[in-house]
């Protein structure tokens, strides 16, 4: 069509379909390519389905990125409802009580690529709430779930309810993204506010153990639940703050005409709980608590002070300051026998009190294996005797730091070592202690033998040891006014300030043993998983030996035979070469561990380092093994041990081979890396024979493994590498050492098994210190 008669069509269309828009500007954008002296950028349609699979590659991630979307929105609660969910083609609700979208919103927000929205307003309009969701990465996870989008929404000053369809199949390439027209209708309102998003042909299958992961993975990045009831303050400048009162998520399964609750707080830990803990710190800095227990009838409120002889003394450095615990004893016919397994095993993973500033996790406090509280550590003491380890709490404490009291160390392992983290350990520590004599009392446990309460054994020795050295201010100050004997009074003074220099030796030995203890312990480690490698390594040697020495023999009878000869020399080039790159793998890794200093380490780098050093191997065993996949540039995770990636990608390769191995069939091994908000993530993906549900979280354990042989006999008779069950355990480890996380997530099309690892990614500063 020539530039006169689509001037003659625009022309047209203007004169008798005036609101025909989507042709008016399809012809005025034909009309604009006639436009010699100037260009324009125009955009494919298809960029929504690349931007989507290339942002938004995991369905965990996709959901939990709308999930914050609800939370942005100001919402209280958000119910994640899937409907004949089992197999492709589902559907999925997202409903929140939220704010919901105005018009103008849902046309300059949501449907509006690279909206600044929330680059300019960081803080949600009613909560206050520093926003969580990804910028504009909601609208490519929806499209990544599912074929097509129906948005219903209504906010409380609107008259109506706003409906938008989104086809997402018309969003193909070669078509203008202008071109395409979504429909958006009102109806009468349902609701005051909110939002429902109707995620129709679900792309993946959601399982119930699916479910409940995303469930975990939402939970560990926003707090789940609420510890401050909504209230209206009034301030004195007239101003009105309305505080937050938490976030909730619920998932629940469609089941033909049942809604099966499939994730909750309630359902999942806390309905069966002992006892509910509550604290906080009152306006005067006192610590006040409160312990309810249906079972046991007790309802107690009490206070704790920051002297722990003399509970009217506040807490200095904390202010909005809030926790909540739920109590369980085990093996005590106090919880229900049919929950009481998954409640152990959850206790596993997720016992212990986690800390969240400003609305956000902070790790490693609450993690597998951290006693931040030291709830551990008093138990094997055996000074209390009721069970109060971190298994036996779920629960955590809630920091709105807007003073800044509380910050991150510079390698954001935790918080800084201040005296406002020593008295909030203390709080909560004291308070929880506090709780379990209420309870034991109740029970009529004994609580210490000799049943003799010390209140001294509620803190860290470091403030155990400042107390001291206070008390002696205290008394050489009161020995001075005292009237008597000069002399008895100097040989008192000496008394006390070689005491007083030997208290600053205690404090410093101490520091200086945990400084060593950790030392020691990294050390530890970073040997241990060198020896697993080691041990794999071992191994493969053995065949690879086995194999040269078969030919070698075979070599010295067929020397004749020019052919046979010919083609046997090419075998044997073929793993000698295989050989080589294996032990100049393995010799990197020892000279690695030499040096002990850490560094930044470039993920996709050091994987690509592997792959070269392994797909010999993997075509060898049959195995397709491509590049690794980059997602992003210049992904840098905090200063590392070099050989502590060997170790891990060693071992999730020897486990895929192995799991490949079981399906007697041709295999594939892919790995992905890449940059999730402030995260950098490994994604090992394997064609094996999968992990069982309930093996999901058991592989991570110590000793746990599904290779190990029942008798010697079997392991000469094997040639498949036998399972310590330790490598995966000290693959967490070191992934938890460095605040990051593992976990076995939904497998990608293709693919039985996927499992991500996220490490936190390089400061400016850690990069620059590097010189990197």
Request: glycine share 6%; charged share 30%; hydrophobic share 35%.
């Amino acid at each position: 069509m020539d530039e006169r008669k689509i001037r003659s069509e625009l022309a047209k269309i203007l004169a008798d379909e005036p609101k025909n828009y989507t042709k008016i500007l399809e012809l005025s954008s034909k009309l604009a390519s006639f436009d010699q002296d100037n260009v324009r950028f125009s955009v494919d349609a298809g960029v929504i389905d690349r931007l989507g699979t290339e942002l938004v590659a995991r369905q965990e991630t996709a959901v939990s990125e709308l999930v914050k979307n609800s939370y942005d929105a100001d919402a209280k609660k958000v119910v994640l409802k899937f409907e004949d969910s089992e197999s492709i083609g589902g559907t999925l609700f997202i409903e929140d009580d939220g704010l919901g979208m105005t018009k103008d919103q849902l046309i300059n927000g949501f449907m509006r690529i690279s909206s600044t929205d929330k680059l300019r307003h960081p803080l949600s309009e009613r909560y206050n709430r520093k926003r969580a969701g990804q910028k504009g990465i909601g609208r490519f996870a929806v499209q990544r779930l599912g074929k097509k989008l129906t948005i219903i929404t209504q906010t409380l000053n609107g008259d109506h309810t706003l409906v938008l369809t989104i086809d997402w199949s018309h969003y193909k390439g070669d078509v203008d993204l202008g071109n395409i027209t979504n429909k958006i209708t009102t109806i009468p309102k349902r609701k005051d506010e909110g939002t429902t998003l109707k995620i129709e042909g679900l792309k993946d299958r959601w399982s119930q153990a699916a479910i409940k992961r995303i469930y975990r993975y939402v939970s560990a990045i926003i707090q789940p639940f609420p510890l401050s009831e909504e209230k209206v303050i009034e301030e004195k400048n007239g101003q009105v703050e309305i505080l937050d009162p938490g976030f909730k998520t619920i998932f629940k399964k469609i089941e033909g005409d049942k809604a099966i609750v499939i994730a909750d707080e309630s359902k999942m830990i806390y309905n069966h709980a002992l006892a509910e803990i509550d604290g906080w710190i009152d306006d005067n800095g006192l610590g006040i608590y409160s312990i309810v227990s249906k079972k046991l009838d007790i309802d107690k409120y009490g206070e704790i002070g920051s002297d722990p002889d003399d509970m009217t003394i506040p807490f200095t450095h904390l202010k909005k300051v809030r926790f909540k615990a739920y109590y369980f004893v085990y093996n005590s016919g106090l919880i229900p026998q049919m929950h009481e397994t998954s409640i152990k095993k959850a206790a596993r993973t997720s016992g212990g009190i986690r800390l969240y500033r400003n609305g956000f996790r902070v790790l490693p406090y609450g993690e597998p294996g951290n006693d931040w509280l030291k709830l551990d550590q008093s138990v094997t003491r055996r000074s209390i005797l009721p069970v109060h380890g971190n298994n036996n709490f779920f629960g955590f404490v809630e920091l709105t730091d807007e003073e800044g009291e509380f910050n991150e160390t510079s390698s954001r392992e935790g918080l800084m070592e201040n005296e406002a983290l020593i008295q909030l350990q203390n709080f909560v520590y004291r308070t929880l202690m506090q709780s379990v004599f209420i309870t034991a009392e109740a029970r009529n446990i004994k609580i210490v033998s000799g049943q003799q309460k010390d209140g001294k054994l509620y803190e860290k020795i470091e403030l155990r040891i400042k107390d001291i050295a206070h008390t002696l201010e205290s008394l050489d100050l009161e020995l001075e006014k005292e009237e008597g004997n000069i002399q008895v009074k100097n040989r008192r003074k000496k008394r006390l300030k070689k005491l007083k220099k030997d208290i600053k030796e205690v404090a410093k030995l101490q520091k200086e043993e945990t400084s060593k203890m950790l030392k020691e312990k990294s050390m530890l480690r970073v040997l241990s998983s060198v020896g697993i490698t080691i041990g794999q390594f071992i191994h493969e040697v053995r065949d690879y030996v086995i194999n040269m020495e078969s030919d070698v023999k075979f070599l010295l009878e067929k020397l004749r035979s020019d052919t046979v000869l010919t083609e046997r020399l090419l075998i044997l080039d073929r793993n000698i070469t295989t050989f080589k790159s294996y032990t100049s793998y393995f010799d990197n890794v020892i000279s690695q561990n030499v040096i002990r200093e850490l560094k930044p380490i470039e993920i996709q780098n050091r994987v690509e380092y592997f792959w070269k050093s392994i797909h010999n191997d993997a075509l060898k065993s049959n195995i397709k093994f491509e590049i690794p996949e980059r997602n992003g540039s210049y992904l840098y995770t905090i200063p590392m041990h070099p050989s502590e990636w060997s170790s891990i990608l060693f071992n999730f390769y020897t486990n895929s081979k192995k799991a490949i191995k079981r399906t007697e069939k041709a295999g594939e091994i892919k790995i992905e890396c890449g940059l999730d908000n402030n995260n950098i993530f490994l994604e090992f993906s394997d064609t094996g024979d999968g992990i069982s549900e309930e093996n999901e979280e058991k592989i991570f354990d110590e000793f746990f493994t599904t290779t190990s042989p029942n008798s010697l006999n079997e392991i000469d008779s094997s040639n498949e590498i036998t399972g310590t069950g330790l490598g995966l355990k000290i693959v967490k480890d070191i992934v938890s050492s460095y605040r990051g996380s593992i976990q076995v997530v939904s497998p990608k099309e293709g693919f039985s098994t996927c499992i991500r690892i996220d490490i936190p990614k390089a400061t400016d500063k850690e990069l620059e210190d590097y010189g990197i």
